[in-house]
């Protein structure tokens, strides 16, 4: 149990063009789902932490404005990086919460490769 | 300010050997302490998690060894295989939070 896929798992688009990414908890459903980007050989960073049916927090340095964050369901979360630069380039994976034993345990997706041209 | 400290950046272990992996945190209110595995290209995966009223969990050949005074924790991967080869992240979070705080990683690799 406690499946999360995300979608694409790889993209390449054009600079200025947007992307967008979806996150699905499929056996189980997440009131929170987290966003994170990851360099290569680097730790996680928290982008942004959705609750569903309310807007995301993003953390200090994120601009919210850059990276949309949906969270429709409490099965799916979307991410779109709009006007995409190569600095976006990166690895994105999301996570979904859920409550194992009174801890909110969080299951990762496989994350999503975007490539900036 | 990293919540979470782990060392070492990187670890090579002959296949059969123990791999040692630890983390540290400052924050008494962190109460589970889960590790994630994570392969190139993949999202990290639950691997142990352990909850400080106990001081050692064991899972087939990992091991997480708990010290809740000296605020460390860390994973001992018996009988290392190459197939363990993978980025290990500790992490550390609050009952009933949402937020965990993640190590650095350690990129272990496990040579035949």
């Known amino acids: 149990g406690a499946v999360v896929s995300q979608h694409p798992s790889r993209v390449i688009c054009k600079s200025g063009t947007s992307v967008k990414i979806e996150c699905r908890s499929l056996d189980f459903q997440a009131t929170t789902m987290f966003w994170y980007r990851q360099f290569p050989k680097q730790s996680l960073m928290l982008m942004a932490t959705s609750n569903e049916g309310s807007k995301a927090t993003y953390e200090q340095g994120v601009e919210k404005d850059k990276f949309l964050i949906n969270h429709a369901s409490l099965t799916l979360s979307t991410l779109t990086v709009t006007s995409a630069h190569p600095e976006d380039s990166s690895f994105y994976i999301c996570s979904a919460a859920s409550s194992i034993e009174r801890y909110n345990e969080q299951f990762f997706g496989p994350g999503t490769r975007l490539t900036v041209l | 300010q990293q919540q979470v400290k782990q060392s070492p950046q990187s670890l090579i272990v002959q296949k059969g050997g123990i791999s040692i992996i630890n983390c540290a945190y400052e924050?008494?209110?962190?109460?589970?302490f889960p590790w994630y595995q994570q392969f190139p290209g993949k999202g990290p995966a639950l691997l142990i998690a352990?909850?400080?009223?106990?001081s050692e969990k064991k899972e087939g050949r990992f091991t997480i060894s708990f010290n809740k005074s000296a605020k460390q924790f860390s994973l001992h991967i018996m009988d290392s295989q190459p197939g363990d080869s993978a980025t290990y992240f500790c992490a550390a979070t609050t009952r009933g939070g949402n937020q965990f705080y993640f190590g650095t990683g350690t990129s272990l690799t496990v040579i035949p």
């Open positions: 352990i909850r400080p009223d106990v």
């Open positions: 924050n008494t209110a962190f109460d589970y």
